[in-house]
């Protein structure tokens, strides 16, 4: 084959033409070799077929029974949309990747050996090509948070370690925006995936020495030995501190909140479009946060949205965090990160077009107010 004519996309080459095609699935003709001569697959061993040299980094293609073109994607789709919103950060944006990724799954003239590969390789140039769009730049230099989305019912797994929670933090997604889209494509797919050197190039189309240097730089640019000892509450201690803020910014006690706040605390906010005070830049340090929060919490209090509100914990980003939600409709989202003792960081979304993905868990979810929020005691009190 003369030049590189690679999908710019998969980094794959061409199909083969001249294959016979042995079905069709939804209506997308399936090549594949006749089967009645051995074991379904593209290329035999030896990597010759149909007289050609099989190219090199060529996916090979299996069939072994017609199967549903959803139904394969379908199966990944969730393992997709944790790598897209890893890599973005945005639930509406990693939801757009996957219609185009979707779109190109069904267009595809074969059925790949590795679908999980192929479509990974799909999704993580996508949103290469996302990170790198002057829209993108535009928006996270400004004052910029993640979209939140509820875990509580297995979205964005692979959760099962602590390092695998911290790569959907608030926290470390904001610090994901320090590195280059090349970067953080390498870093998250082997932090949070396990991706090998291996598997890395073919994704990103490098070489294995090439992902090795850019997982190392990402690394040293987060700080990751740092990153990777932040300590996580059990619930218990999560819900006596929460309780704890939550009463004594009821209560105006600004005092009282200092007392809760670590020296090193940090406070971010997103409220564009609700008219909800939120702060426009992030704020540092304890002084400053408790007299936020401590005139603040009256002034949510006296919004008429607020006043049949619920307030409901839920797994948010793999934390735990306070949902704000009247009717069916999710108003506020208040993650608390803590050392176990005082509050570290407190991010605070109220901005309806970042809230989206987060209501439509509530719409269906109807989650139940908790009782020990409301009922927080005033400081002071028995």
Not at 58 to 75: G, M, N
Not at 235 to 257: N, S, Y
Request: proline share 7%; charged share 25%.
């Amino acid at each position: 084959m003369d030049g590189d004519d690679r999908d710019s996309l998969t980094g794959r080459w061409p199909e083969p033409a001249g294959l016979p095609v042995v079905f069709t699935v939804a209506g997308v003709g399936l090549p594949a070799w006749d089967t009645s001569r051995g074991p379904p697959r593209w290329w035999p061993p030896g990597g010759q077929g149909c007289g050609r040299k099989r190219p090199r980094g060529k996916l090979a293609i299996v069939v072994s029974e017609p199967a549903s073109v959803d139904e394969v994607f379908w199966a990944e789709r969730r393992r997709l949309f944790s790598l897209a919103y890893r890599l973005l950060g945005s639930a509406t944006d990693a939801e757009d990747v996957l219609q185009s990724a979707f779109e190109r799954w069904i267009a595809a003239d074969a059925v790949v050996a590795e679908p999980r590969a192929w479509l990974t390789t799909v999704v993580t140039n996508l949103c290469l090509k996302q990170l790198g769009s002057a829209r993108r730049r535009r928006e996270v230099s400004t004052t910029w948070l993640p979209e939140p989305v509820v875990t509580s019912g297995g979205e964005l797994g692979p959760l099962e370690t602590a390092e695998q929670r911290d790569s959907v933090s608030f926290g470390m997604l904001i610090l994901l925006e320090k590195l280059s889209p090349a970067q953080r494509a390498v870093f998250v797919l082997r932090e949070a995936f396990g991706y090998d050197y291996a598997e890395l190039a073919q994704v990103v189309v490098r070489s294995e020495a090439s992902c090795r240097q850019l997982h190392r730089r990402a690394v040293q640019r987060l700080g990751m030995p740092e990153a990777a000892q932040r300590f996580r509450p059990d619930a218990g201690q999560w819900r006596e501190l929460t309780e704890r803020f939550i009463a004594a910014a009821r209560g105006g006690d600004v005092p009282g909140l200092e007392r809760l706040l670590a020296d090193d605390v940090v406070y971010a906010g997103d409220g564009e479009g609700s008219g909800l005070p939120v702060a426009g830049k992030p704020v540092a340090g304890r002084s400053r946060i408790a007299q936020l929060f401590g005139r603040g919490y009256r002034r949510y209090a006296a919004d008429p949205r607020f006043a049949a509100a619920q307030l409901s914990v839920a797994e948010v980003n793999g934390e735990l965090a306070v949902l704000a939600h009247s009717h069916g409709r999710l108003l506020m989202v208040l993650i608390l990160e803590s050392d176990g003792s005082a509050v570290t960081a407190l991010w605070l979304i109220t901005a309806p077009r970042k809230l989206a993905h987060a209501a439509r868990w509530v719409s269906q979810a109807c989650p139940a107010e908790a009782g020990w929020l409301r009922k927080a005691p005033q400081p002071g009190g028995s």
